[in-house]
């Protein structure tokens, strides 16, 4: 077909969309390219969308979109064989606008997002894979597809192909990632009737509760469970590094069935009726892990540059400002007329002066610190609710006795001395 | 496995997705030898989240058809003895919710 656009986009998560909607809007003649069905049928969360990126693409997008229950409380539950310490926070700020976050479907949520960029006047082309990058001269400038005559060129080509990212890597842009940078993710869409939701998870009306489990959830993997409320349904997933499930040997699968039958988390899913079930990466290696994001001719967004904040669940929103920012230097360099790396690197500026840049650099070693020493999620949490059950429990024994029946069972000095260096260290990894 | 609830098995599992199967594989092994000698736990047919690679005796059965194109045996291969493509455009995994 060798035709040529401005810009071609390639996949329709947020953070492709967010590129294609922003340059449709600014008047760029731009295809997106999506190798599923539909966009989203391919693409796995959680489930939080934070509002805030996407409202600066669409302002009020929450009135229109898919999206589930505006979440007004955060738990976080660590856990432990047989019991749990919970932390949490509700606001009923976060139940007004603007809000702060939303839980959303994704197969429904991105087909919505493309569709507004569609309306823009962006071209959608589903059910079509890009197989490499067209490079002449050390610059890219097409794609192949496994379409029959499926070349299609274009001045800038965006690479929004994801956690696996085979684009970029064909580019040279990044090695192949390693088990220690990803986490494997599974995840079941439990089916609950919006009322007994309400009641089981203390909420009004459309209101939505989230709650992250930490400890016995992942068998001391670092990774968490998490237990999330739509409008009537629930996502119960477990993701942890994909090197610490091979090193355990454990079956993901096997793991989400630990955590749906744990005693602290049975109740909440009692009476559902499964949906779906999921697995996808989650690229978890960070700052350290970004490839190359800029190239003549090339641009990296999104999870395919590692762009996942995992201490804080957030992706999907810096997908979407590293897409818009992306389209802004793009629309710079049309401009411009020059869409060489030099050009195009005001995106990799501005997206590293940006909160994503600064969150993924203030993060950097936090992944690496966690795995590497995975007491914090073996011994820690364990001990933190034996303390708990042993000051809670009321047996006759005095207070002061207790305490130091707790003070002994941290261990020796030796013990006491590596917790507190261990808690410096976090706190090191996480200021 | 007669006392695990209902749904708690891969089988099950999988039952509830929707897959528009191609007539080729997207994944292959490039060297059964490698998985016969130097991989005794055949560690893709432990961590991939499908349970599409399954080993038998000589060979790997690879029932691409149920892949969720996670990637995870690609990067997870202690060998990097998988050759991981996604399947035809419009094919494999159609996630319809999460």
Redesign the interface.
Same mark, same amino acid.
């Given at each position: 077909m060798a035709e040529k656009f401005d810009v071609i986009v390639v996949g329709a998560g947020p953070a492709g969309t967010a590129c294609a909607y922003t340059l449709a809007k600014a008047g760029v003649d731009v295809l997106l390219i999506e190798r599923g069905e539909y966009p989203g049928s391919k693409n796995v969360m959680g489930g939080v969308l934070y509002r805030k990126m996407m409202d600066d693409i669409i302002p009020g997008f929450y009135k229109e979109a898919p999206v589930e229950r505006p979440i007004v409380e955060q738990r976080f539950m660590m856990l432990d064989a047989e019991s749990a310490v919970t932390f949490s926070y509700k606001g009923m700020e976060w139940a007004q606008e603007p809000y702060n976050n939303f839980t959303v479907l994704r197969a429904k949520f991105d087909q919505w997002f493309a569709d507004q960029a569609v309306k823009q006047g962006a071209l959608l082309i589903n059910e079509t894979v890009v197989t490499e990058c067209i490079v002449e001269n050390g610059k890219v400038i097409g794609v192949r597809t496994d379409r029959p005559d499926g070349d299609v060129y274009a001045d800038v080509v965006v690479l929004a192909d994801g956690v696996n990212s085979l684009l970029a890597k064909s580019l040279g842009f990044h090695k192949e990632f390693r088990p220690d940078e990803v986490a494997l993710a599974v995840m079941e869409v439990l089916k609950l009737d919006k009322k007994i939701i309400e009641d089981r998870f203390n909420l009004e009306g459309d209101q939505g509760c989230t709650i992250e489990i930490f400890g016995d959830s992942t068998k001391g993997i670092l990774g968490t469970a998490w237990l999330y409320t739509n409008k009537d349904s629930l996502n119960i997933g477990v993701g942890a590094m994909l090197s610490g499930l091979i090193k355990a040997k454990i079956k993901p699968y096997e793991l989400l069935e630990y955590v749906k039958q744990h005693p602290m988390i049975r109740p909440y899913i009692q009476g559902t009726e499964q949906q779906e079930y999921l697995a996808h990466l989650i690229p978890e290696g960070g700052y350290n892990s970004m490839p190359r994001i800029v190239g003549d001719g090339v641009v990296v967004v999104g999870d395919a540059a590692q762009m996942v904040n995992a201490i804080h669940r957030e992706g999907s929103n810096m997908a979407m400002t590293s897409g818009v920012m992306a389209a802004e230097a793009i629309v710079r360099a049309k401009e411009a007329g020059d869409f060489s790396r030099t050009m195009l690197d005001s995106y990799r500026v501005n997206l590293m002066n940006s909160f994503v840049g600064e969150d993924l650099k203030k993060y950097k070693d936090a992944t690496h610190h966690f795995e590497k020493y995975p007491h914090y999620f073996e011994k820690y949490i364990p001990l933190m609710n034996k303390a708990a059950s042993q000051m809670f429990t009321v047996d006759g024994t005095p207070k002061r006795e207790k305490q130091k029946k707790i003070w002994k069972d941290i261990g020796g000095a030796g013990d006491k001395f590596k917790i507190a260096r261990d808690l410096l260290a976090a706190w090191k990894v996480m200021k | 496995m007669s006392n695990?609830?209902k749904?708690?098995t891969?089988e099950?599992?999988?039952y509830?997705?929707r897959f528009?199967a191609n007539t080729e594989s997207h994944l292959h092994v490039l060297d059964t030898d490698i998985c016969m000698t130097k991989c005794p736990?055949k560690?893709c047919t *432990? @961590?991939c989240?499908?349970?599409v690679y399954k080993w038998e005796e000589i060979r790997m059965h690879v029932g691409y058809e149920g892949c969720?194109?996670?990637?995870?045996c690609?990067?997870?291969c202690?060998y990097?003895n998988i050759k991981w493509e996604?399947?035809?455009?419009?094919h494999?995994? *159609? @996630?319809?919710?999460?």
């Open positions: - | 695990q609830p749904g708690a891969i099950e599992k999988q509830l997705i528009k736990d560690l *432990i @961590f989240p499908a349970e969720h194109e996670c990637g995870s690609r990067i997870g202690p990097q996604y399947p035809k455009g419009g494999g995994i *159609i @996630f319809r919710l999460g």
